[in-house]
Nanobody, 123 residues
């Protein structure tokens, strides 16, 4: 099982980025996949998750109107489109698989993790 997160970078406040999580080595279409982030000095927190049936769940109220999670099972990718980025969105973003097809709350319930991609929002 491998997850490869990409798409991070430096962006100005109000800007946009799209993160991509590429899955390999397993039937990713059968699993919910989530995006998490860890800011310096803070605990890891869930951002969003998408179930195997493409049902989306947003864990943070602060991103619900700005971030969109989607999946392309043919390409085995899960994307996180981020708009209206704010400095407080600065963090390392990780993708991870849940143990089943349904999104669950809590990083501890996710089994396999990618290496993370850095997002920095700064002017």
């Amino acid at each position: 099982v491998q997850l490869q997160a990409s798409g991070g970078g430096l962006v100005q406040p109000g800007g946009s980025l799209e993160l991509s999580c590429a899955a390999s080595g397993f039937r990713s279409d059968r699993y919910a996949i989530g995006w998490f982030r860890r800011a310096p000095g803070k605990a890891r927190e869930g951002v969003a998750c998408i179930g195997s049936g493409a049902d989306a769940k947003y864990f943070l109220d602060s991103v619900k109107d700005r971030f969109t999670i989607s999946r392309d099972n043919a390409k085995k990718t899960v994307n996180l489109q981020m708009t209206g980025l704010k400095p407080e969105d600065t963090a390392t973003y990780y993708c991870a698989t849940a143990s089943g097809p349904i999104c669950v709350t809590g990083p501890i319930l996710y089994d396999h993790w990618g290496q993370g991609t850095q997002v920095t929002v700064s002017s």
